[in-house]
């Protein structure tokens, strides 16, 4: 499956940004879907993953509450709404497919997109 990100780009603090990440390829719905990001200088860590048929979601401390991530299997793509948006969210993000079971290692998913830039300002 071939991954696409969008949505990305410099806000500043407090603002709101939606990701995108449209799939292409085998069928969208059989695939657990995760977002990752990276921070210059650090490793890339687990932000948020939903199951495949979007019933259920997880995120890590620093983002609940203020993230959602969400699917539509009509159009093969997965979202990610962040608000509240803090320096400290500035990374590369990247969304991840997974056909396995649901999990937060990025080592363990198959497929990623290319990345997207967030950057927030103080």
């Known amino acids: 499956v071939q991954l696409v990100e969008s949505g990305g780009g410099s806000v500043q603090t407090g603002d709101s940004l939606r990701l995108s990440c449209a799939a292409s390829g085998r069928t969208f719905s059989v695939y657990v879907m995760g977002w990752f990001r990276q921070a210059p200088g650090k490793e890339r860590g687990f932000v948020a993953r939903i199951t495949r048929s979007g019933s259920t979601t997880y995120y890590a401390d620093s983002v609940k509450g203020r993230f959602t991530i969400s699917r539509d299997n009509a159009t093969n793509t997965v979202y990610l709404q962040m608000k509240s948006l803090k320096a400290e969210d500035t990374a590369v993000y990247y969304c991840?497919?997974?056909?396995?079971?649901?999990?937060?290692?990025?080592?363990?998913?198959?497929?990623w997109g290319q990345g997207t830039q967030v950057t927030v300002s103080p």
């Open positions: 991840a497919a997974r056909g396995g079971a649901i999990t937060r290692n990025p080592l363990e998913y198959d497929y």
